[in-house]
């Protein structure tokens, strides 16, 4: 008779068998029997959080940097519910995460015992799919399929609820073997036909541009080096998403910056102008695409995307293909070569006058601030800190606000997965703990979390995870001692009515991070920004930098509540004339 | 006063409402009503009725039957929010006015009276393929099948015989012919 392992044993098993040597994750009554395993099993390496949700943010930092999933382990109750959040973030922005989580004995679900809460059903609308296992005979068989449901199309969370008499009781266990041929829910449809479309409509438009989203990173490095070799062989413009920076390198000159509220003007008046929209891997977020009815009136729009339900749901497009972005944009390139070897040749004379557009709004200069002598501006800041650093492979993480939105405009990404933060879901406090996962993934790297003081605030206990695990990441801080984002709304929307946005009891970071354990670095002038920075850089330990900001700076440029992408604000003096009135106070 | 609108997207012109019977195939296990129902829900979309059963046990497979409305596009949008749930096999989507298709549903109706009131309402419910399921000196429970339209008038004329209470299931569709939906 073959030999017989207890549900805690054939989770481990299981992760094993996928290859699964991280899991962040916080102990309790209800999983103790399955961090009883955890020492029979070194191949995988535990991570203890300080909160569950941390754990869930440490996993998507994990996933999104390593294109690996991401695992987290938590107790029923409390800590199911906890790490809904990051479950609900990491759905969001379609990443990859299992969380395992411990459920009450089977004997006692229903009887509100302790620490008993309906996971499965809490966590169904944030969660791709998910599993309450009640017999043990299911447990591999669940648990390698939720990896796969997980890993394949378009990605996102699953979640594994465990009874505790079930991770006690034994069974069998076979060996994994991964499945060539995937379930039913890979889509990866598309037909040549609509590939031959796409070629002629390329060659047909006098002013094209590609929008680029977090799907060509969630595609693979190679979907990345394809669009560059796309981009660079049709010789259009190309924008992308705050989910897509890094997928094409924000140095080159076809690239001409992040769309969207808070965009490049070059970028939005070309996605507003364009007559053929190119969207690869992206789903026509409100944030995109402003007010909708005026949203790129002249283009012809195509859709590439591996959801079919993101096909025509904010946006209806000419053309939709649905299908993985390395397949689809392999299948154009080589379409490309075939029939048009000389597409940038005879395409340049064509859309030469589309450039030339495009260079008179890049002109404008759209990201440009007043500088100070006095306080650090916060676009100054992340500025020394993309120069400073640009030399080395670094990985930025953000909280969420205007720090995040500073952070994609003025860092430059030149590749995929070094750029991690909260898009669809905006979870302040997303920053710290995802930097921890990805310092994990990559423990000789450099690690920042840009962050404002807000935010780092709602997550700041996995400081001391970073500190027990030496994990020497960089907590960038711009501290601006308001709810900046908050603040810039108010005073456009609500009056200068800074209700309850300004933060007046804040801890001393330096003294706090010394009380963590780690190093504390304070700046407060232009002038020693730089030292302090390279400091900070120069630190092999976990850093709190508290960078002393300009309190009342705004996130220009900006497209204002309720307006379409050719109307944006440029700066503090433009919003005079272009107040936001009536039901445009009816956003966020 | 300029004519700014909310950031997020605004109602635009709200398209033509249709009526739509949406089939969905699905494993039968825990849950999986919940994953549908609470997909309507939590997306808004509208159930106007809703019939499910086990249809296949060897297969294990249920046979979820939902009355919606919406924009063309909304019903384009929760077939394929459907098929992204890892239960549903197929779905399968037919317009109220569909003639290759039928629409049935059932009621219970009791009613309590005379034998004068009791053969009225039973005239009343002839068309609607009546059946006499209990019958006793003052009452009738009569069960009849029909579309959805015919049984909302059914039970207001049968309000004056003596309908003390009904018992209404949701629709389940067909479709005429050889044919079955792949």
Redesign the interface.
């Known amino acids: 008779m073959s030999k017989l392992y207890s549900g805690a044993e054939i989770v481990f098993k299981c992760l094993e068998d996928q290859n699964v040597n991280v899991i962040f994750g916080y102990p309790g009554g209800a999983v103790l029997p399955i961090y009883d395993e955890l020492k029979n099993f070194s191949s995988i390496k535990h991570f203890l959080v300080r909160h569950e949700q941390g754990a869930g943010h440490a996993a998507e930092g994990y996933a999104r940097s390593s294109g690996k999933p991401g695992v987290a382990l938590v107790t029923s109750g409390p800590g199911a519910t906890n790490i809904v959040t990051a479950l609900t973030d990491a759905y969001m922005d379609s990443v990859p995460i299992v969380c395992i989580s411990g459920q009450v004995p089977t004997h006692l679900i229903g009887t509100d015992a302790f620490q008993e809460c309906d996971t499965t059903g809490i966590t169904r609308p944030c969660t791709k799919h998910n599993w309450l296992v009640k017999d043990v005979k299911d447990l591999a068989k669940v648990i390698h399929r939720a990896f796969e449901v997980a890993t394949t199309g378009r990605p996102g969370p699953v979640l594994i609820d465990i009874p505790k008499d079930i991770q006690f009781q034994k069974t069998t266990y076979n060996k994994y073997k991964k499945q060539k041929k995937l379930n039913g829910k890979v889509q990866n449809h598309f037909k040549q036909p609509e590939i031959d479309k796409l070629v002629e409509l390329m060659n047909n438009s006098s002013k094209p541009i590609f929008y680029t989203g977090g799907g060509v990173i969630n595609s693979g490095p190679k979907a990345s080096d394809l669009l560059r070799e796309l981009v660079s062989a049709t010789g259009f413009p190309i924008t992308s998403t705050l989910q897509g920076l890094g997928a094409f390198p924000a140095d080159d000159n076809q690239f001409i910056g992040m769309l969207g509220m808070h965009g490049t003007y070059e970028a939005n008046n070309a996605m507003h102008d364009c007559d053929l929209m190119i969207n690869v891997g992206a789903r026509f977020d409100d944030r995109i695409t402003g007010k909708l009815d005026e949203f790129s009136p002249k283009s012809k729009k195509v859709h590439i995307d591996i959801d079919p339900s993101s096909i025509n749901k904010n946006v209806k497009v000419d053309l939709p293909i649905v299908g993985d972005v390395s397949d689809v944009l392999s299948s154009t390139l080589k379409m490309i070569k075939k029939t048009k070897p000389n597409f940038t040749k005879s395409n340049k004379q064509k859309i030469s006058k589309w450039w030339e557009k495009i260079a008179e709004w890049r002109s404008i200069n759209s990201l440009n601030y007043e500088n100070s002598t006095e306080t650090i501006k916060p676009q100054y800041a992340v500025q020394r800190l993309y120069e400073l650093t640009k030399d080395k492979d670094t990985y930025i993480t953000t909280e969420v606000g205007q720090h995040q939105m500073w952070a994609a405009q003025h860092y430059k990404f030149n590749k995929p997965n070094r750029w991690m933060t909260s898009g669809g879901l905006g979870t302040m406090g997303y920053g710290l703990p995802a930097a921890v996962g990805v310092q994990v993934a990559h423990p000789n790297k450099l690690v920042i979390d840009i962050a404002g003081e807000a935010s780092v605030l709602m997550t700041m206990q996995e400081m001391s995870t970073a500190v027990q695990y030496s994990l020497p990441i960089k907590i960038f801080i711009l501290n601006n001692e308001y709810m900046g984002m908050v603040r810039q709304w108010q005073e456009l929307l609500h009056d200068k009515n800074y209700s309850e946005s300004y933060t007046a009891a804040l801890p001393d970071f330096v003294k706090l991070a010394e009380a963590y354990g780690c190093v504390g670095i304070r700046a407060t002038t232009p002038e020693e920004l730089d030292d302090k920075i390279i400091e900070m850089l120069n630190t092999d330990r976990p850093v709190i930098f508290d960078c002393r900001v300009d309190k009342v700076e705004n996130c220009f440029p900006m497209i204002p509540s309720g307006k379409p992408h050719n109307e944006m604000l440029l700066g503090p003096n433009d919003q005079k004339e272009k107040k936001i009135t009536g039901k445009g106070k009816t956003l966020v | 006063?300029?004519?700014?609108?909310?950031?997020?997207?605004?109602p635009?012109k709200i398209g033509k409402m249709d009526t739509h019977i949406i089939v969905v195939w699905v494993d039968n296990e825990?849950?999986v009503l919940?994953?549908v129902v609470?997909l309507f829900s939590?997306r808004g979309y509208n159930i106007e009725s809703l019939a499910v059963a086990e249809v296949d046990q060897k297969r294990n497979l249920s046979r979820i039957t939902i009355v919606t409305t919406g924009t063309p596009?909304v019903i384009?949008?929760i077939k394929?929010?459907l098929?992204?749930?890892?239960p549903v096999h197929k779905v399968a989507d037919f317009k109220r006015e569909d003639k290759n298709v039928i629409f049935k549903e059932m009621a219970l109706l009791k009613i309590v009276g005379n034998s004068s009131k009791a053969n009225k309402a039973l005239k009343a419910c002839k068309k609607f393929n009546a059946v006499i399921l209990d019958k006793t000196k003052k009452s009738l429970v009569i069960q009849v099948t029909a579309l959805r339209r015919d049984i909302d008038k059914l039970s207001k004329n049968l309000k004056s015989y003596g309908l003390v209470s009904a018992s209404r299931t949701g629709a389940v569709a067909m479709t005429r012919g050889s044919d079955t939906f792949k």
């Open positions: 006063m300029s004519k700014s609108k909310s950031a997020y997207s605004i635009g825990a849950g919940a994953r609470g939590g596009q384009e949008q394929l929010q098929k992204k749930l890892v």
